[in-house]
């Protein structure tokens, strides 16, 4: 089967950093994305890991691990916009199958 | 900023009818997706669709459902007898198919679908 592990909630104050992670289980591997999502609106795509190591994009970066199939998001200087669910996402078939996290909510406090 | 657009934002229907549910991807992407999300739950993959044919499908996607492009800009997933258990947010999604774009997925805003 595929699975992916996500903490359910993450708490933590503005100015802040925070780590998501996620663990996943699945029967191809082409690469990690994240998504934000804030309460009733779409998922918005924030990264994407196919190789091992650190992807920067201004306070967010993301990093993946296919040995340990391990990923995280790291969330710098936290503002309180943020608070938001969080997933990752594994492509793990060439024919375009993404398999989503159940999501972190993180809660920003001032 | 090009988007992807969905509608209708809401569809209330009794079970057993048939919806359709439509989406204009971003002009130039050429992989669809459909994806689903219980209220409070993850987003489920539903279905991907690239060069006119269905590229992957979950095992939610039976028999019930079907995805069509009917021209060059609409996207439609079609539920033949609604259950009670279809209820559920329905997101379109688009991605290109070169360069640093065709990482990102762009999703629409969604159709709520409630199911009487």
């Known amino acids: 089967g595929q699975s992916l592990e996500q903490p359910s909630e993450v708490t933590a104050v503005e100015g802040a950093i925070v780590q998501i992670n996620c663990t996943y289980q699945t029967s191809g591997f082409y690469g990690l994305s994240w998504y934000q999502q804030h309460d009733g609106g779409a998922p918005t795509f924030l990264s994407y890991?196919?190789?091992?190591g650190l992807e920067e994009t201004g306070r967010f970066s993301s990093f993946l691990s296919r040995s340990d199939s391990y990923g995280y998001l790291l969330l710098q200087e936290l503002q309180m916009k943020d608070s938001a669910s969080y997933f990752c996402?594994?492509?793990?078939?060439?024919?375009?199958?993404?398999?989503f996290g159940p999501g972190t909510r993180l809660s920003v406090l001032p | 900023e090009p988007e992807v657009t969905q509608t209708p934002s809401h569809q209330v229907t009794q079970m057993g009818q048939e919806v359709i549910l439509r989406c204009v991807p971003i002009?130039?992407?050429?992989?669809f997706y459909w994806y689903r999300q219980i209220l409070g739950q993850k987003v489920e993959f539903l279905v991907s669709f690239y060069n006119n044919e269905i590229s992957e499908k979950s095992e939610i996607f039976d028999d019930q459902f079907s995805v069509e492009r009917p021209d060059g800009s609409n996207f439609t997933l079609k539920i033949r007898s609604t259950k009670l258990e279809d209820s559920a947010m329905y997101f379109c999604a688009s991605r290109d198919h070169t360069g640093a774009g065709a990482l990102e997925q762009y999703f629409g805003p969604g159709t709520r679908l409630t199911v009487t």
């Open positions: 996402a594994v492509r793990a078939g060439y024919g375009q199958n993404f398999v």
């Open positions: 890991n196919a190789l091992d």
């Open positions: 002009s130039n992407h050429l992989y």
